[in-house]
Nanobody, 115 residues
Framework: QIQLVQSGGGLVQPGGSLRLSCASS????????IIWYRQRPGKGREWVAK???????DYSDIVRGRFQVSRDDANDTFYLQMNNLQIEDTAKYYC?????????WGQGSQVTVSS
């Protein structure tokens, strides 16, 4: 059974950094792409970063220049490095992966930015 396991997240002050990871025990190698989403309090889920074939990296305007998505081929893990975090980045972050047949979601990682 395919499971996406996230780690990272936590509480950070404005201007701080955090890194999220998303792993799946080798499943990602069949389609090494990922989309990171987040859901802010009272808001719908929005995408923030994409790692596509190539790789081609894409970011939403809100996070471009501050977030970076990457992949570790050896560990078959994706990362979301988040720098210069702001209060409005407070959200639950999810990784999303398409297997070719269905979408899988990570369990979510809470990121709280507060002074």
């Amino acid at each position: 059974q395919i499971q996406l396991v996230q780690s990272g997240g936590g509480l950070v002050q404005p201007g701080g950094s955090l890194r999220l990871s998303c792993a799946s025990s080798g499943s990602f190698r069949s389609n090494p792409t990922i989309i990171w989403y987040r859901q802010r309090p009272g808001k719908g889920r929005e995408w923030v970063a994409k790692y596509l074939h190539g790789p081609v990296l894409d970011y939403s305007d809100i996070v471009r220049g501050r977030f970076q998505v990457s992949r570790d081929d050896a560990n078959d893990t994706f990362y979301l490095q988040m720098n210069n975090l702001q209060i409005e980045d407070t959200a639950k972050y999810y990784c999303n992966w398409w297997s070719g047949r269905q979408f899988y979601w990570g369990q979510g990682s809470q990121v709280t930015v507060s002074s």
